[in-house]
């Protein structure tokens, strides 16, 4: 199956359909975030359900450990294919998630936000955290690990790492994929589609560079022959 997934950002209902309308459910997956979801709810989960889309939700959750098990839940419940929190919530919070999923037996994939993709090292000494940001993300998706959870959220920089302090299977979900072609944005340590990849992600999320495109589909395949190059 495909690693590409394409971020539905800055959308209403009308326009993510729109924009699913000219891509391939066989090349990628969507993400529905904050915005769309507080505007629109589950009608835009369903309605991108039935084109044939399996959906990430990107609510990232981050509560007391018995608000964040009933959110993921409520989540999977919409049959999502993907559900994420946020790593910092902690192990209390993580496991009552990730066993509120396995004891109702849902195939719903939970991942842990590590450090958002937006974040320096500096931005991190900002809000209280010393020592590197490396060690910071790899200890968050260590917990994340151990708590249970098929994977996490990172940069492509940290994949690899990741994957030695976890385990292959365990998901290293990357935003910040700049393709060649594309502009950098408001994001801070990226990478392109190819060289994530070859660094240890297992599924590249894109937004903008694609989004963005004067012609989505024709970005994605630029995306995808960038791949195979
Ligand atoms: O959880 C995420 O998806 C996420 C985590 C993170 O650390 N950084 C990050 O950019 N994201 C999301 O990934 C998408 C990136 O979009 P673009 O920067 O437009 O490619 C956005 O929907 C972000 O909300």
Redesign the pocket.
């Known amino acids: 199956m495909t690693p590409l997934i394409i971020?539905l950002?800055k959308m209403d209902c009308a326009q993510a359909l729109a924009l699913a309308d000219t891509l391939d459910p066989a090349q990628c997956r969507v993400?529905v975030?904050?915005e769309i979801f507080t505007r629109e709810g589950p009608a835009v989960i369903n309605a991108l359900h039935a084109k044939g889309f399996e959906v990430?939700l990107?609510l990232?959750f981050h509560d007391i450990p018995h608000t964040v098990a009933q959110a993921v839940e409520a989540s999977a419940d919409l049959g999502v294919w993907m559900v994420?929190v946020h790593a910092q919530g902690g192990p209390a919070m993580l496991e009552a998630a990730a066993s509120r999923l396995a004891a109702g037996g849902y195939s719903t994939k939970l991942i842990a936000?590590?450090?958002?993709?937006?974040?320096s090292e500096q931005e991190l000494s900002h809000i209280g955290v010393s020592g590197s940001l490396e060690a910071h993300v790899t200890r968050l998706a260590a917990m994340s690990f151990n708590a249970g959870l098929d994977g996490v959220?990172?940069?492509a920089h940290e994949a690899s790492m990741i994957r030695k302090a976890t385990s292959d299977a365990f998901l290293r979900?990357t935003?910040?994929?700049?393709p060649a072609f594309a502009a950098k944005?408001?994001?801070s340590r990226i990478m392109t589609p190819k060289q994530a990849l070859e660094a240890g992600s297992t599924h590249l999320?894109?937004?903008?560079?694609v989004?963005?495109a004067a012609a989505p589909q024709h970005a994605l395949e630029h995306i995808i022959q960038e791949l195979n190059e």
């Open positions: 971020a950002d993400k975030g904050k990430f990107d990232k994420n936000v590590t450090v958002l993709t937006s974040m959220v990172c940069s979900v935003p910040g994929i700049r944005d408001d994001q999320v894109i937004g903008r560079p989004t963005q």
